[in-house]
């Protein structure tokens, strides 16, 4: 035990002594700046530790068994914050699946951190500053999503179906409503 | 060996990810601690003073506090449209007048927007106006009592929201309607909203002398929801802009109804225009009941009056006076730069910020360019007034000020970050996280053409578990950052009453050597003052009894009294002689179903007693006053119903 107490401590040692050089000789980097700072670092809403409130939208996803692909998405666009947020947030969640059904190659090319915009704003396209039942969906025509851009709703046989999408369930969240979904939603390009 | 190894190596990556080097952005409080010179930069030594005073709204508590900064010291917490028993506010008999409304005394609002007073389009420090959003209110506070000196209710207006903001001479404080009404109030049913219900737009003239507010005119407007709004200044000076949602003019689930639109608009109003209109005798004279509230410094009284008429002017009236602006998804907050040149309209579903030309706008209304109207009012076309647009800064926008060297801060509540942007190239030049989830921000001098760009106070709409824990209800946040140079950097904490809805600061200097230290005794016009010992008494009228008191370091004059019966109503007006900086007195009876008083030298207070029980009944002063403070104290001999108790009162009249 007593070496491995020493190995954690020289590693600490190093890790920390390896900080400082990097910090002293660090130059600003100016493209983080269009990147969300509060995203960037692992700090924020997210990270706070409540075991007593309803679990946000965000925990809802990561608890599900079926959003594997949509959480590791996230993670790598780094909005865990976005999705902690008073809100209130609907956010329409494509199954696993969902996700395996897009043409090959495509989630893969968007997980690559050179993409990481354009994967943030097609996550931001499943989510809308609202919180509406299923049911409720059925009355809009579209509705104006985080990314900026309008998703087309219309009623197929008494369902809302969201961008063409099906809803499978719904499942109510500390800060809004996860509407689990069969497709994933692409932004229309030609706004 | 192996085996210890792995998981060993396990441990070093996890602690890797997690003491990650390669943080550019020191953030956090905790590291930017340690990485720098922060504490030195919000430390005030003991005995030295801030640089500024922020004046920040306490929100729903219906307060104005005063803090300090750097240091995010709290000073004083001023009662503005509540009842406050530390100071009496709104318990003495002096101060009730000043909570008078058209419906009764209401002891609450919610206190949103301070706004301090301007000379020449630069902050003057002599007065702060915030709104009362509940019962619409504007109120006064004098920066050399720190009191609220007068309150003002605003007719035909619910929920007054884009209120209140100076222009830059402090000609005028404008109050915005957020919710539209039937005008006049009438009984109807609610869904014929659509065309009945108007937003009224009201221009209350400030004296520039004594700072005397009344209520020059109220614009009508179509019925939409006014959010926020800012005066023009330099070259836009005499205009007005707010921001509206609820174009569609829904009356039920807003949240789903007024978001169908587009855009909504920012409403330019030429109110020189209307002003002039007015002063040639234009406008209708409507019957109104509305209060207007003065607390006067020598009687040390507030005195309420109901007044009986307003005048309205219909925008169709005074043609080329409003024109409508259109910008993208309810737009919150309605900021105009420093310069005067662009109206900043923070779409709080968009992602993008939105910035308008005042240049334009004049250059499209010159040449007629007009997409249509609505109600008659002129429309302009979006592309005609746009400027630029800060292309996805973050998501939710609410509120922009700006600093003295061209740049902008703006708020973003969903994304729970400041960003700083350039004016006029719209490019995003660094962003701050807050934690969490910020609405307004405030620089000094932020809404006017001089800003002191050296600090911005982020007003966070969540606290989470920024500070010890206090149970479910923690508390209000505001955050300090340091905008002095190119990047941003988190100061300091610190906590808030209320909600913090808005801020105002400006420089110590501005206001310091202006405040107060005592009232004048000899200035006291109160009808119940005392000027010494000798004029003090106890006068009968009928059951209702009036003790002219006195107090001094450190007793009561008169500290005895007898001959009140039970079921008198026994008035205490009490006066402290003193003539010292920081010598106040307070004074409580037992039972008396009121708060203390607590007395500034010089000032005269009330409270009224009703006694229950006969008895021999004690008070006593509340603020420790001297060293022989817990020896400040009398009596008062409460006789039954009818008895023949005579009435005398005295004070050391058997020392031996």
Known sequence: MNLVGKFIYVLLGILLFSCKNESNNKTVDNSAIVESASQSERTGQAFVIDDEGRPTVLKVAINSPNHTTLVAAVQAAQLENVLVNAGPLMVFAPTDEAFTALPEGTLENLLKPENKKALANILKYHVTPGNYSKEFLTTFDRLGQANNQYVKIEVINGEPMVGGAKILASIPAGNGIVHVIDKVLLPPSNE | ?656
Request: net charge negative; charged share 20%; hydrophobic share 35%.
């Open chain 2, 1 to 656: 060996m192996k085996n210890i190894l792995k998981p060993l190596l396990a441990i070093g990556v996890f602690l890797l990810a997690f003491t990650s080097c390669d943080n550019s952005k020191k953030s956090d409080s905790r590291s930017g601690a340690l990485a720098g010179n922060v504490a030195e930069k919000v430390y005030v030594a003991p005995g030295e003073h801030d640089e500024f005073y922020a004046f920040v709204s306490g929100g729903f508590s219906g307060q104005l506090s005063v803090y300090g900064l750097p240091s995010g010291r709290l000073f004083k917490v001023i009662p503005v449209f509540s009842q406050d028993p530390e100071k009496a506010w709104g318990y003495n008999e002096e101060t009730k007048p000043m909570l008078n409304t058209s419906h009764g005394f209401v002891p609450w609002d919610d206190a949103h927007h301070p706004d301090i007073s301007q000379t020449q389009g630069v902050v003057d420090g002599r007065w702060v106006f915030i709104n009362g959003n509940n019962t619409p209110r504007i109120a006064k506070i004098d920066l050399t009592t720190f009191e609220t000196t007068e309150i003002i209710e605003v007719p035909n207006s619910a929920g007054n929201h884009s209120s209140s903001f100076v222009t830059e001479n402090t000609e005028y404080v404008v109050a915005g309607t957020r919710f539209s009404v039937p005008i006049p109030q009438r009984d109807m049913p609610i869904k014929e909203y659509k065309g009945n219900f108007k937003g009224a737009l009201t221009f209350i003239s400030v004296d520039p002398q004594d700072g005397n507010m009344d209520i020059k005119f109220q614009l009508i407007m179509p019925g939409f929801d006014y959010d926020l709004s800012h005066p023009g200044r330099g070259k836009s000076h005499g205009w007005f802009f707010f921001t509206t949602y609820n174009s569609e003019e829904a009356n039920t689930l807003l949240e789903v109804n007024a978001s169908q639109n587009d855009k909504d608009f920012i409403a330019a109003v030429n109110w020189k225009k209307i002003e002039e209109y007015v002063n040639n005798g234009g406008g209708t004279k409507v019957p109104a009941n509305y209060a207007h509230n003065v607390y006067d410094d020598e009687t040390h009284s507030a005195t309420s009056t109901m007044k009986k008429e307003v005048l309205v002017v219909n925008p169709a009236e005074v043609p080329g006076a409003v024109y409508l602006l259109p910008t993208p998804k309810s737009p919150h907050g309605c900021d105009v730069d420093p310069t005067g040149e662009y109206i900043v309209g923070n779409g709080k579903l968009s992602a993008n910020l939105t910035v308008h030309s005042f240049t334009k706008m004049l250059d499209a209304i010159e040449n007629q360019k007009f997409a249509g109207d609505a109600y008659g009012i002129p429309i302009l076309n979006f592309e005609d007034v746009l400027a630029g647009t800060v292309e996805q800064p973050g998501l939710g926008p609410l509120h922009t000020e700006f600093d003295d060297k061209g740049n902008a801060y703006t708020t973003f509540f969903i994304s729970s970050e400041v960003v700083k942007w350039k004016v006029g190239t719209w490019e995003v030049l660094d962003r701050q996280p807050c934690y969490y989830s910020v609405g307004h921000l405030m620089i000094p001098g932020g809404n006017s053409q001089k800003p002191w760009g050296k600090y911005v106070v982020a007003m966070n709409k969540i606290t989470k578990d920024r500070y010890l824990p206090t149970g479910p209800e923690v508390t209000q946040s505001a955050q300090l950052y340091d905008i002095s140079g190119d990047k941003m950097e988190l100061l300091l904490d610190f906590p808030t009453i209320g909600e913090p809805h808005y801020a105002a600061g400006c420089p110590a200097d501005l206001i310091k050597s202006r405040s107060k230290k005592i009232y004048n005794l000899e200035d006291n016009k109160h009808p119940f003052a005392v000027k010494s010992e000798a004029e003090t008494k106890v006068v009968r009228d009928g059951n209702t009894v009036h003790i002219s008191m006195s107090m001094i370091r450190s007793h009561f004059s008169p500290d005895n009294i007898e001959g009140v019966k039970v079921g008198d109503k026994v008035y205490f007006h009490v006066t402290n002689l003193e003539q010292d900086y920081d010598v106040p007195h307070g004074i409580s009876m037992i039972g008396a179903n009121t708060s203390e008083l607590l007395i500034m030298p010089g000032q005269t207070e009330t409270f009224l007693w009703e006694p229950k029980q006969e008895g021999v009944w004690p008070f006593y002063c509340t603020d420790f006053c001297s060293a022989l403070h817990q020896e400040m104290q009398g009596y008062v001999r409460v006789s039954p119903v009818g008895s023949n108790t005579e009435l005398k009162w005295s004070l050391g009249e058997e020392i031996e």
